[in-house]
């Protein structure tokens, strides 16, 4: 793909001032009457704090909030199907009765309720790319959870395991539908200095709602066995919270800009920024269709490019870019800490598996509202490359404490399981959900995040799948299962470090601008662009703040 060179972008800008770009002057017509504002603009993309942010641009940020909810019954779903398979009574529903009078789900049905799980979200990924782009972000939001009641109600009905293979299936399809709207729809809403945190709710919501999972399962395990199906009810109520937020969420408004739906556009935008000072709907919109035509390429804007684009040119890179952080978590060790966790903590002889799960899942919370400021403070990166390795620290602990016998065994197991989730809730945790969905172009965006889910979940079902067959194979055991994911979670940082560049404080346009220019992902962070030096009403640099 042929891509425009830093000087064209800047050669082909009319002098008009900006607080952060140049854009087409034009005489566009007011919005619903309203004349826009004399005076010094403001856009969603100048640099400002994160907290100023949030009270600048509120509605726009309440509006990512509400969509981030629908997150809620991904995380319960997910840690749900993974975990209540050490339930006494789950056992006896799904399991064969062995020769010793006990019941025992067979490996491979566990395996394949997790792989096939991913296996369906890579057909959701890939099918769901179209109809975001076709129809908008926010009808596959709708569809997401529909889908996913679904789910709900095939597994209140199961008797048989193929039963709930059924669910996963559902299941599965709607979690690859999500992660290919929900993410990309925040990433266009999100004002650019307060994206990323903004984009971690996802992380945030999803993690509160499997901390609702492991409670609802640790309630459960003390009830009758037959009332297992419990645990599956509260995703009802998930289900129906994130409906009830998604009726307050308008179209993404680069998707209708995208798609030539002017007048839309600017009547969400008058919604979406009312009451901001100094904020102009028509140089606002006009500053994002001139983004929009600097990323076309060989395909019609208004066919939003072909899959055939996404592994073209500097595309293919954003393309590995968008995988690679969301990837870590499986290589770094999600399958045995986080999906099989209670299956993991029930191997490893711990006497109520599930309080391990929800200590865990306590860490991760409290972690994450540590992780979203620091996202806009500290960077992707620089997140990514330093608190990763104590994920790889706690692997290699826990592999080793495995070896051992007695009574120490399982608190020493459940404390670095907790620092295991420090390091990845300020780490890979949210910064693959913020990486998949900021880093394609406007035009390519729902199809690079659909084209990297695909990769993602195929690479999770690998990984799911093995998970519960090394723990229980002879030649391996639990510790060197662990040990294998230490060797994964370092290979992916080595990439990470080559691979992987600083994206916090940059507009779309910048990003479009030092891909095209092929910057070293180390580099990113210190390179300034042609945006920057169109704005000497700012300070410099990406960590300017307005003057």
């Given amino acids: 793909m042929t891509t425009a060179s830093p000087s064209t972008i800047v050669d082909d800008k009319p002098a008009v001032a900006h607080v952060e770009h140049r854009v087409p002057d034009t005489n566009a017509a007011p919005v619903d009457g309203k004349v826009p504002n004399a005076g010094p603009t403001v856009s969603p993309s100048r640099q400002i704090g994160l907290l100023e942010s949030l009270r600048t641009y509120k509605f726009a940020s309440i509006i990512c909030i509400l ?14 199907s993974g975990s209540i398979v050490a339930l006494p009574g789950f056992i006896r529903t799904f399991g064969d009765l062995q020769p010793d009078g006990e019941y025992k789900i067979d490996p491979q049905h566990i395996s394949l309720w997790g792989s096939l799980k991913n296996v369906f979200a890579m057909l959701g990924a890939g099918i769901g790319s179209y ?33 709930w293979l059924g669910a996963r299936f559902l299941d599965g399809f709607s979690i690859g539908l999500a992660q290919c709207c929900i993410n990309v729809y925040i990433s266009e809403m999100a004002p650019t200095p307060c994206r990323g945190a903004l984009m971690s709710l996802v992380q945030l919501f999803y993690s509160i709602g499997s901390f609702l999972s492991a409670i609802s399962l ?26 009830i937020a998604w009726l307050f969420l308008p179209e993404s408004i680069r998707w209708l800009c995208v798609t ?28 994002i269709m001139l983004e929009i035509e600097k990323s076309r390429q060989t395909a019609a804007i208004r ?73 806009e403070r500290l960077g992707r990166r620089t997140l990514l490359l330093w608190f ?44 693959g959900y913020i990486y998949v969905a900021e880093t394609g172009t406007t035009r390519l ?84 662009t042609s945006v920057q030096d169109d704005a000497p009403s700012q300070l410099q640099g990406p960590r300017a703040i307005e003057a």
């Fill in 260 to 287: 030539g739906r002017e007048s839309q556009a600017k009547k969400v935008m008058e919604k979406v920024y009312r009451g901001v000072e100094g904020y102009n709907i028509d140089e606002e919109y006009n500053k």
């Fill in 303 to 375: 066919d939003a490019g072909s899959y055939i684009d996404v592994f073209r040119g500097s595309n293919l890179r954003r393309l590995i870019i968008s995988f690679l952080p969301w990837h870590w978590q499986v290589a770094i060790g999600v399958p045995i800490i986080s999906t099989y966790s209670s299956y993991f903590f029930d191997m490893a002889g711990l006497a109520n598996p599930f309080n391990g799960t929800v200590a865990t899942n306590v860490v991760t919370i409290v972690m994450l509202f540590v992780a979203i400021p620091l996202v």
């Fill in 388 to 431: 990763a390795p104590i994920c790889i620290f706690s692997l290699l602990i826990i592999g080793g404490v495995l070896r051992a016998e007695g009574p120490a065994v399982g608190p020493v197991l459940v404390t670095f399981a907790c620092v295991w989730s420090v390091g990845y809730n300020l780490s890979c945790g949210p910064m």
């Fill in 445 to 528: 965006r729902a199809k690079t995040t659909g084209v990297a889910i695909i990769f993602i979940q195929g690479m999770a079902t690998v990984y799911v799948y093995i998970a519960p067959l090394m723990l229980n194979s002879p030649a391996l055991g639990m510790s060197n299962t662990v040990f294998f994911w230490v060797g994964t979670g370092t290979l992916v940082y080595i990439l990470v470090w080559f691979l992987v560049p600083e994206t916090k404080g940059r507009s779309f346009e910048e990003l479009d601008e030092l891909f095209a220019r092929g910057i070293p992902a180390w580099k990113f962070a210190q390179t300034r």
């Fill in 67 to 80: 969509a981030a909810v629908g997150a809620l019954s991904d995380g319960y779903q997910v840690q749900m």
């Fill in 218 to 243: 640790n309630i459960v395990s003390q009830d009758e066995p037959s009332n297992w199906r419990h645990a599956v009810l509260s995703q009802f109520a998930l289900c129906a919270a994130a409906l």
């Fill in 131 to 163: 109809p975001t782009d076709k129809f908008g972000r926010r009808w596959m939001i709708f569809a997401v959870q529909i889908i996913m009641t679904g789910a709900c109600v095939l597994e209140q009905l199961a008797t048989h395991w193929t039963h």
